[in-house]
């Protein structure tokens, strides 16, 4: 925990609980720039945004957020040299590992999405058991994007719902964004009301877009390892000052 972590347990008196976001997302950029400008190896960037992202969870629960969704691998991120995707791999099945008793006693849901067969099979173990355990808990719903591409998921989407309607279970006219969501990874969790990007770059990247349409984008030039409760006070407090109209005036 950061001095920071430790002095920011309750929600700051200059937020609003009423308007706080009910679910946040997270594009977790810079871990790499993090490592390199103190002249370690890029690993040693990923290792410390693990150690952020769990203090962001504890804090969305302290408080009072109701839903976490953070992007650990893009489909994309494939593209990388072998070594880091790898270790990336390694890092997920272990982090679940050790983290899965806490979640339990902290009462989490933990849910992941995005094509997950494509992930080595010891990382599709730990994430199946950790999804099971945690199902009935009834605290904050943290999901976790890995191997996630919007564009895909839209996709998928989009082959699910032709395949009812080729074998004659659906009509066309019946097609409305209720049912399209139905068919969403991230179906039953509600959209995210702000996302979140560190390390100042101002894109999507493939992330959540059809649950983003309306979300309100907040970017920081912080890189990710550094990103703490201040930071996210910070961000909170900017959402606070936005007037959400959803298309209307
Ligand atoms: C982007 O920084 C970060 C990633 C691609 C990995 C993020 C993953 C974690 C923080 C681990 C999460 C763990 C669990 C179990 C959910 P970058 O490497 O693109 O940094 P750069 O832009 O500076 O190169």
Redesign the pocket.
Known sequence: MTAHSIVLQELPADLQRERLPKHVAVI???????A?RRGMP?FM??RR??D??KDLLRCCRDWGIEALT?????TE?WGRPLEEVEF?MT??ER??RQELREMMEENVRIRFVGNLNALPRSLQVEIEKSMEETAGNQGIQFT?A?NYGGRQEILQACRAIAQQVQQGHLNPDEIDETLFEQHLYTTGICDPDLLIRT?GEMRLSNFLLWQLAYGEIYVTDT??PDFDRHEFHQALSAYQQRERRFGKV
Do not use: E, I, P, Q
């Open positions: 977790m950029d810079g871990n790499g720039r993090w390199k890029r960037g990923h945004g693990v952020a992202l953070a992007y650990a691998f893009s991120n990336l890092l997920f982090v679940l976790v890995t390390s890189l990710w």
